[in-house]
């Protein structure tokens, strides 16, 4: 049972990490499950403390994830408009691939704020940047995250 655990957790971190890029994968609460499934097996020794903390972690980046392009959206200047289309754009663009994955949030956010402006092009291009800020703000903290949970479950081998 033990090296199932260990190999589940490996699963879950690798799938953590691809859920920083993915939309629809959980990153880092798949990759704080694999660091779980990883302490309840004989291999790794990781500590409570070390998964409450990146639990709690785990939590924050997820909120922050969901925030950081609409607040940045709204920091550059974009409308409510705006920011449904950046989500909008988001989810269309994983059915593209990473090229969608990378421009849909910008895409939708300046087609959000064409039509909130009635095809005015007054700070769409600012929208779109803001929608984009946030997004690679938020993958790259999920990454971060991450990254420091293989770590520890790499660390908690030796």
């Known amino acids: 049972m033990s090296l199932f655990l260990a190999i589940a957790a490996g699963v879950l971190l690798a799938a953590g990490f691809a859920g920083t890029f993915v939309p629809v994968l ?5 990759a704080w499950l ?6 309840f097996s004989e291999y790794c020794d990781i500590s409570v403390a070390t998964l409450i903390i990146t639990g709690i972690a785990a939590v924050l980046v997820s909120v922050l994830d969901n925030i950081l392009p609409v607040a940045m959206t709204k920091k550059f200047g974009g409308s409510k408009s705006a920011t449904t289309g950046s989500t909008i754009g988001l989810i269309a663009g994983f059915f593209i691939g990473p090229v969608g994955i990378i421009l849909g949030p910008f895409l939708g956010a300046v087609i959000g704020e064409l039509i909130h402006n009635h095809g005015n092009s007054d700070g769409v291009l600012r929208a779109g940047l803001g929608a984009f800020a946030g997004f690679l703000a938020g993958t790259g903290i999920k990454m971060i ?3 420091v949970l293989i770590w520890c479950f790499i660390a908690g081998f030796f």
């Open 26 to 30: 959980p990153g880092a609460p798949l």
């Open 145 to 147: 995250l991450v990254l």
């Open 34 to 39: 694999g660091l779980l499934a990883a302490y």
